[in-house]
């Protein structure tokens, strides 16, 4: 980046990870120029900010963003405290974005539309290396405009790219016109989103924990709501993994989770189809019908997609990226978070060297950067961005020295961004089964909640 070093630094997404990065760069002397999509930082967990974390606060904070908040008279929260996403937004990533240092560098309302070299597409190899980026962006105002910049940090996140309802990695048919009867994939059911589901026949896909989470709310709505209606569909021939081992279950909460939730489909509140690999949705009326491959139908006012989330790899087209062809993570990384073969807590720290892409000064961090996998930690992506900034600012040996010390929380269990559904054809055992025997809570989006 040396003679370009004059111009900013592209950081895309205002998450916790982007902030990071834009805190790590300003700590270095570079100057981060942040484009959020959505209207503030946060945007992204803003949808869920109604569920639980799993991790505390000690390791869900970033060492360079908490400097600039404690210098202008932050107090950290109880560090051994599960936020809500909600808490991380008020109490972390909205005082870090105001900050003087951060706000006149945030762009909100700015969407990351496409990234290339200057003068420069694909296929042009001549003096890639001394093009300045170009990053081009659709802002609030309904203009587009480019922006030069001298390196581009990738942290726009998943979150707006679900997995599909269809079975084989595509949308079902239909899947795209019935937008209207499809919800948000964590949606605040006995809360903001309340009226969309009281008195429904909702319709819950997927079986990760999300899933559960949802179908555990939907009971607890259904029991002040008594129309409503919960069904839930599976690929598998099984709901046993989410169902889990009960009291025998290695982590306690997943297997309360589990518990709870086959008390409900005993009980008939939750009617379950396994094997149900869903080939089409068709609008009937007021509903949409969801039909599964083996011509099995259900009538429903409302599906949940729980069915985990992908990358958006269309913004980075003209970039010569080199990723893992299962995973779509930076090819080096893939094979250590591949969600059918990794046991969590064996990926080992990582930054700038395994990340790096034959595109120079150009990097995938924050949960992007675990493409399909979901088991990605924030304290992952904190170190990552750490050690992304420190070969930006050619201190090569603070790049390569990686400082990640995992403590001993479970790392996964999370299928905030997995396939969420059981293959109906065996394959090996998933990661969510074999990884994290850890005493502490674990699971992604559990809600506070009795049932
Ligand atoms: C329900 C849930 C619970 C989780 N719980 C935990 C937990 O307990 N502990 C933990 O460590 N991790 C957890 N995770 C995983 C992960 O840490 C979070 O997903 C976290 O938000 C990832 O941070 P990020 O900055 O990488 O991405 P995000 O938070 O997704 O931020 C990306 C940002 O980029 C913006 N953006 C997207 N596209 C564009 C574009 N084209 N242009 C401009 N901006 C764009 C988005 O609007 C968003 O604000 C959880 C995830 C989920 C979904």
């Known amino acids: 980046m040396d003679s370009l070093n004059k111009l900013p630094v592209a950081v895309i997404g205002a998450g916790p990870v982007g902030l990071a990065a834009a805190a790590h760069l300003l700590k270095r002397g570079l100057e981060p120029l942040i484009f959020e999509a959505g209207p503030a930082a946060g945007a992204a967990i803003e949808q869920w900010r109604h569920i639980r974390l799993f991790s505390p606060w000690r390791i869900n904070i970033d060492a360079a ?78 203009g587009t405009r480019d922006h030069t910049v001298a390196a581009v940090i990738d942290a726009s996140g998943t979150w707006h790219t679900r997995n599909p309802l269809g079975t ?101 509140t939750v009617e379950l189809h396994t094997g149900f690999g869903i080939s089409s949705l068709t609008a009937r009326a007021a509903q949409v019908r969801v039909a599964a491959v083996d011509g099995r139908t259900l009538d429903v006012d409302v599906v949940v997609p729980c069915t985990g989330f992908r990358p958006d790899l269309g913004i980075l087209r003209e970039l010569r990226l080199d990723l893992d062809p299962a995973v779509e993570a930076p090819r080096q990384l893939g094979p250590l978070i591949d969600p059918e073969f990794h046991s969590c807590g064996t990926v080992p720290p990582h930054g700038a060297r395994l990340l790096a892409h034959p595109e120079q000064d150009f990097y995938i961090v924050g949960t992007k950067s675990y493409g399909r996998a979901p088991t ?38 999370t299928d905030a961004g997995t396939r969420g559904d059981d293959p109906a054809v065996p394959t090996a055992e998933p990661a969510e089964d074999s990884c994290c025997g850890t005493p502490e809570p674990v699971l992604v989006g559990l809600p506070n909640q009795a049932v």
């Open 65 to 142: 963003s908490v400097r600039l908040l404690e210098a202008a008279g932050w107090e950290a929260p109880r560090p051994t405290a599960l936020p809500y996403g909600g808490d991380l937004i008020d109490q972390y990533l909205a005082p870090l974005a105001a900050l003087p240092v951060i706000s006149p560098r945030l762009h909100t309302g700015a969407r990351v539309l496409a990234v290339t070299r200057a003068g420069l597409d694909k296929t042009h190899s001549r003096s890639r290396e001394a093009a300045p980026f170009i990053v081009r962006v659709e802002h609030a105002d309904g």
């Open 168 to 268: 084989s990695g595509l949308p079902a048919t239909g899947e795209d016109a019935a937008g209207t009867w499809i919800s948000a994939p964590l949606p605040d059911v006995t809360g903001r989103d309340r009226a969309s589901f009281a008195g429904r026949r909702v319709l819950v896909v997927g079986a990760g924990h999300s899933a559960a989470n949802t179908l555990i709310s939907l009971a607890g709505l259904a029991k002040e709501e008594p129309q409503t209606r919960i069904l839930w569909t599976v690929r598998g021939a099984s709901a046993g993994k989410v169902l889990g081992g009960g009291d025998a279950d290695g982590l306690p909460a997943r297997g309360q989770l589990g518990s709870r939730l086959r008390r409900l489909v005993e009980a008939g």
């Open 376 to 413: 990605f930690l924030l304290a992952t992506g904190y170190e990552q961005v750490r050690s992304v900034v420190a070969a930006l600012a050619g201190d090569r040996e603070a790049a390569d020295t990686l400082r990640l010390e995992f403590p001993g929380t479970g790392a996964c269990s």
